[in-house]
């Protein structure tokens, strides 16, 4: 391919305003992702993630029915599903994990029951996989504005969440409320899935939270140097998954995640430090692993 | 060697008739303990004999269902605002594959004196500098934590606990996994603190390693059995007490 067939291959879809749409929708969700799953990958929440995902489905066919925004509803069951874990871990001997496998299919099954009452409301294809592609003007501001309300507060609340994942012991002893922490993070992770819904869908949104940070993490020991590579691989892939749908047209979502997935591979293998080539040549990162 | 006689120093850390349970199940009880400002203080018992706990109710984590805390005559809440207690975890309380730096560690024992975007000023840094610096950390600052040896990482949680400024350090179990020379430098280090005023708690369940720097011991097990100077209290029975009777193994030389 030369360059301008590359040209070519970028510029046509860009006839479609649905493509040009759909292309900005899924890098900026694909940034405010990334800069999220830095957080997720560190403190470990992946399975959360899924979680809240899936917890999420009742509240959107419910928003359809009342004719309210669907992130409404998306944000109120997301949040009910974060409590609900909480009380009954509190309140229960079971183990934290067997909690949020038991709330979140729970709430799904609830949603999956609402949606095949109400066909004429909503698709189920939609919400489980997205559709990006089909994105209104109105869902887009949305999506804009809850994806803005995330960036500004990890913006904020950066080195603060940091210290939270890394010792709360600590963070508690200078007088940082992390309980407070903590349910800002699962706030603006349930704001998060909201906001990626229309793109990926609820199935596949716990990719973008944790795997351009799983790639990150392999390439850099400095989280501040963590947080825009998570960025970065996370809009790469947004924007190129998205194209690839188009030549393909194939599932948008499914290629975006697809993208990424060979990206963190990609990193996996080639990492200058922790990549496998290396490690399997002995290097000063394994050698320091066996001392201690 | 000491500026002024420990007892004529100010009491800093004040546990007063402190009873801690969960859900019930006591933890501690009725322990009452008073530390000076300018000690050094070992807090010995067994792995459950609640020296983690009477940590946490220190640092105003957990709330006494009796009894009452109070570090420089302050409750809890104004003790964290303040950033007085200083805590130095065990290593295995840490996730050493953390992306941050000996330096990023140091720093955040300033983040307490910073406004909300914890964004570092000159004076921080100079700070952070300087306990990097006490503790012979200054070369390994741009390192990630993992890549330090134990003993290196010891001393980056305790540059952490002298950039917090904190009046109070407490140490938990600071001696395991760790060699000579970094235990030298620690204890000279702890001395050195000691004589500036600061009061320091050590928990450990290794008697040796502190008889020879502690002004005072705690012997704990589920209460405070006994605290005082070494000599008073380190007695057979006190000691069958604290570890129910496997005491030889634990017995310093004397």
Known sequence: MDTLAIWQWLIAPLQYEFMIKALIVSAFVGAVCAFLSCYMTLKGWALMGDAVSHSVTPGVVLAYIFNLPYSIGAFVFGIGSVLAIGFIKSKTRIKEDTVIGLVFTGFFALGLVLISKNPSNVDLLHILFGNVLGISTGDMIQTFIIGSITLVTLLVLRKDLLLFCFDPTHARSIGINIVALHYILLGVLSLTIVAALQTVGIILVVAMLVTPGATAYLLTDHFDRMIPLAIASGVFSSVLGTYISYYLDGSTGGCIVVTQTLLFVVAMIFAPKYGLLKQRSGSPAAEIEGEA | ?254
């Open chain 2, 1 to 254: 060697m000491r500026m002024a006689p420990v007892g004529a120093n100010p009491v800093s850390v004040e546990v007063e008739n402190v009873t801690v349970d969960y859900n019930g199940k006591v933890a501690l009880h009725g322990a009452s303990l008073q530390l000076r400002a300018g000690s050094i203080c070992g807090l010995v018992g067994m792995n459950g004999s609640g020296k983690s706990t009477l940590f946490k109710a220190i640092m105003g984590f957990v709330p006494p269902s009796a009894g009452r805390v109070l570090i420089q005559g302050l409750p809890s809440r104004l003790v964290q605002k303040r950033s007085l207690v200083a805590y130095v975890p065990q290593a295995e309380e840490v996730d050493w594959n953390f992306p941050v730096s000996v330096w990023d560690v140091v720093m955040m024992g300033r983040y307490g004196y910073m406004n909300l975007l914890r964004i570092p000023g000159a004076r921080d840094r100079q700070i952070v500098y300087d306990s990097l610096e006490r503790v012979q950390m200054l070369e390994m600052r741009d390192r990630q934590i993992g890549e330090l040896s134990g003993g290196q990482r010891k001393r980056a949680f305790l540059a952490r606990a002298l950039a917090q400024q904190g009046s109070v350090i407490l140490l938990d179990e600071p001696f395991t996994g760790v060699d000579i020379k970094t235990e030298k430098t620690m204890i000279d280090l702890l001395l050195e603190l000691k004589q500036q005023g600061h009061t320091i708690l050590i928990s450990t369940h290794d008697l040796a390693s502190i008889t020879t720097f502690c002004d005072q011991v705690v012997l704990i097990n589920r209460t405070i059995l006994a605290y005082g100077d070494i000599s008073d209290v380190f007695t057979e029975e006190n000691l069958a007490r604290t570890f129910g009777g496997s005491v030889g193994k634990f017995l310093p030389e004397s």
